[in-house]
T-cell receptor, first 113, second 110 residues
């Protein structure tokens, strides 16, 4: 079965600094990979996803993630953090059609002024 | 746009009460899911359904049941609520491989 590990339950960066949220997965077959964001008191929103094709995926709000099969990783990055990026971020993996999605434990991002 | 709605944003119940959480999607998706979200544990799958009247257990089905009588509606039932079921409950509807989430229901069991 597939699984996801997010390294670091809390990450704190200064405004304007690089954001790096780490995600490693395990899967017996090529996975579909996702990053979701949850702002305080709101539901989950899809940031970006990787299914097939280009391994560098660009999402909303300036975020991107790169699928690295050799490292079984799908780390989320943003070149310059903004105060509005403060939220909880979830990495998820799915094996595709009719298969349940597995989520990581989440990483809470804090952005300091 | 896909819309997934959940019947309540906030709910407070007493121990032992029967609790119904309802989820409705408007995109004719076959697959629907119920998760609970707890700090440090992320999202955990409770039950999912691939079609009307079909259900499958997820990772933590104990203490829960589900009902899928119509394609657009997937209900989560707590037969006898307990304090350890205090959590945020998220419903999702799926057009594989992408899931669409509802806003969540924060349930407190006293």
């Amino acid at each position: 079965a597939q699984s996801v590990t997010q390294l670091g339950s809390h990450v704190s960066v200064s405004e304007g600094a690089l954001v790096l949220l780490r995600c490693n997965y395990s899967s017996s077959v090529p996975p579909y990979l996702f990053w979701y964001v949850q702002y305080p008191n709101q539901g989950l929103q899809l940031l970006l996803k990787y299914t097939t094709g280009a391994t560098l995926v660009k999402g909303i709000n300036g975020f991107e993630a790169e699928f690295k099969k050799s490292e079984t990783s799908f780390h989320l990055t943003k070149p310059s953090a903004h105060m509005s990026d403060a939220a909880e971020y979830f990495c998820a993996v799915s094996l595709g059609n009719n298969n349940d999605m597995r989520f990581g434990a989440g990483t809470r991002l804090t952005v300091k002024p | 746009d896909v819309k997934v709605t959940q019947s309540s944003r906030y709910l407070v119940k007493r121990t032992g009460e029967k609790v119904f959480l309802e989820c409705v999607q408007d995109m004719d998706h076959e697959n629907m899911f119920w998760y609970r979200q707890d700090p440090g544990l992320g999202l955990r799958l409770i039950y999912f359904s691939y079609d009307v009247k079909m259900k499958e257990k997820g990772d933590i089905p104990e203490g829960y049941s589900v009902s899928r009588e119509k394609k657009e509606r997937f209900s989560l039932i707590l037969e006898s609520a307990s304090t350890n079921q205090t959590s945020m409950y998220l419903c999702a509807s799926e057009q594989p491989p992408k899931q669409f989430f509802g806003p969540g229901t924060r349930l407190t069991v006293l």
